[in-house]
């Protein structure tokens, strides 16, 4: 017959948690001098759209931009915009999401400049070749 064995002793093992500890963004226990930022570094994901499929063939929108913004278990989408009043996001022109737009437009050569107006129905240049 079996000895008396200690059947939950043997069993208190823990899983290791890897995955924490190689996330060392937005550890509670850091605090920051500023409380009202956010220490997380968010990852951007900047996607050209069709405006004038979005926006209807007589917009005046000249770039449109889906950025998807993902930081530590938190996400969320913006659709930033360029027309003749400048760039702007749905969520305001302060959005964070705006400047990686305008790098992205840079890529493939639409200068969202100031001077832009000068550029009379040079739409076609936006357009992506497959
Ligand atoms: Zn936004």
Redesign the pocket.
């Known amino acids: 017959m079996a000895k008396t064995r200690k059947p939950g002793a043997v069993r208190k093992r823990r899983r290791k948690v890897v995955g924490m500890r190689a996330r060392r963004v937005g550890h509670p226990m850091r605090k920051t001098s500023k409380p009202q930022a956010k220490p997380e570094p968010a990852r951007f994901d900047v996607r050209a759209l069709d405006h004038v499929k979005k926006c209807g063939p007589g917009t005046s929108v000249q770039v449109l931009f889906r950025?998807d913004?993902r930081s530590a278990g938190d996400s969320?989408t913006?659709?930033?915009f360029y027309d003749r009043h400048g760039w702007y996001?749905?969520?305001?022109r302060d959005?964070?999401?705006?400047p990686h737009a305008q790098r992205e437009a840079r890529k493939f050569g639409f200068t969202g400049a100031a001077h832009a107006a000068s550029h009379h129905g040079s739409t076609h240049n936006g357009r992506m070749r497959a």
Do not use: D, T, W, Y
């Open positions: 950025v913004e969320r913006h659709l930033v996001c749905e969520h305001g959005c964070p999401a705006v």
